[in-house]
């Protein structure tokens, strides 16, 4: 008859080498500097199309990403230019943007 202790002892070897796996493909691997011109929130927002909350969406998603110099953020000008090329080329229409209420 098999006792816990062999269980426990079986599992532990069978799951151990699934968990450190696991955990050297969670951790942090380091990003490439980012290319070109870094640009503020404010920047990005005048220079192109996209609010905020879309701006933080795209970070969440994985589709932009993020240089926190202290306590702001940068954003590559290359990243957001491949971005909104790679949208326009999905056919996704072109945003407008409106001044004094005009487009």
Known sequence: MITLDQILSYLKD?????VLEAI????AKPKPAPQGKLLTLQETMRMYPISHT???RLFDTGQLSK???????????????ALFQKETLTGVTERKTFKNGMA
């Open 54 to 56: 879309t701006i933080y």
């Open 67 to 81: 240089l926190k110099l202290n306590r702001r953020t940068a954003i590559s000008e290359t990243e957001l230019k």
């Open 24 to 27: 050297l493909e969670a951790q």
């Open 14 to 18: 069978w799951i151990k080498p699934i």
